[in-house]
């Protein structure tokens, strides 16, 4: 598996280099780890699934309202939200090479046949299923023949750095020993005027949560919405990641799209169950294949103190299956914190059945760029399609849901002479002024045209010929089937709109 996936994923990253949907932040310095740019392609598709988004969770609904709160707020914020003292990682650092790690995801693995050590090794891994993998890997092509051969009698061991009891975990990069794991607070930290000190310390935001929860009280007393109510927040977040990998995955800055559903504490369950289901079929409506998208309850160990359930939308990435949004019943533990760090009063008062209560929370928080990168991997296709002498060719083709595509339309025309230019140009502008992202391109073969389209994941491609001149048809030509057809040239604009819903 490894060898494929790591194959696919270096093709998905060489494509959105080359046609401009990610860049590395400050490439011409050599970049900085962890942070990425998007492109002309990337913004558009990102900016589809926040707009898609939005319009799910907020606009088509009655019981959601929105905000957008700042990235630096209060200190006293995060002290009652637990980030100061809880939002750590455990981080070991090698004593040869000086590597670091996030000792939760550092496995030290011992392979033994009988009293032979196979394998000692450190393994830098997600989960102990990459890890083994992983290890396997590692090892020798002698040893690996005997592993495979042996398969599961081997002895095995296999511990966290995190969770090491008087073993000593090795370091993935050189093998040496690695110093036992310590707290390390993911929040960045920075100053807040032109003193630089401790009381100017402020942090910039984990997640946009905290900042729909300090402002529930303003959002209750401004709008006349009721219990069961929810605010909706995207925007940017920020975590010192220790080990920032698997391309956008885990980046040190990322957008977040997180609601806040509040109810009455006895239909926190059903909210939940609701949330954790509506929020699953909308990636499964976005074109995620449902057989590589999974919905993940968590054990009861798993859950944080205050959670009384809580669930994963995973997907299956090239490099593993990694949870894409967390939908968890927060009970009210942010709201009695924030009543209790900052006086307010944070209870509701039902005008109906006159209780007064502090609401439960059902949270659903996804990424945005983890959604984004879901997508582009469930996107690329190499399949084979004719050129333009009518031989087969491998062809490379994102195929977005029309909705996602970063560009709806291209409209070429055959030929630069006859006037073609012109009515192509016509249908190009037409499609821009109903906001449809339309692509004009009168350069080389039509074929190599159609080609650049599909590695964007144009949907719809059309071409004004000669027939075009006699009767005032086009031929649109669908990506994914490669099916053409001739419409109208005044009625691109409609044909396209109606397809891309
Ligand atoms: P992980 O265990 O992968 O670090 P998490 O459980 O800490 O994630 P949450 O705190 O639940 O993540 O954040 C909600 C969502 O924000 C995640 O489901 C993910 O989509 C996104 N997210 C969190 N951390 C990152 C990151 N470093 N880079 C990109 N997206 C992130």
Redesign the pocket.
Known sequence: MADNSNELMDKLVALCKRRGFIFQSSEIYGGINGFWDYGPLGVELKRNIKDHWWNTVVRQRDDMVGVDCSIIMNPRVWEASGHVTNFNDPLVDCKGCKARYRADKVFTVEVKDGENMLLLAGVDADNADQAKAAATEKANSKTRRRLEEKGDSLAWNMFRADQAQGQTSRCPNCGQELTDARKFNMMFKTFVGAMEDSSAVAYLRP?TAQGIFANYKNVLDTSRIKVPFGIAQVGK?F?N?IN?RNY?????E?E?M?IEFFCHPKEADKWYEYWRDARYKWYVDLGLKSSKLHLRNHEKEELAHYARACA?VEYEFPFGT?????IANRTDFDLTQHQKFSGRDMTYFDDETKEKFIPYVIEP???C???TLAFLCEAYTEDQAPDEKGVMQTRVVMKFHPALAPIKVAVFPLVKKEGMPEIAQKIHQACKQANLVSFYDEKGAVGRRYRRQDEAGTPFCVTVDGQTLADQSVTVRERDSLKQERIPADKVVQYVQERIR
């Open positions: 997640e977040s975590r990641e920032p956008t995955f885990r980046s040190r990322f977040q997180e994963d990694s949870e894409l949004e967390g928080s996804g990424g760029d983890r959604a």
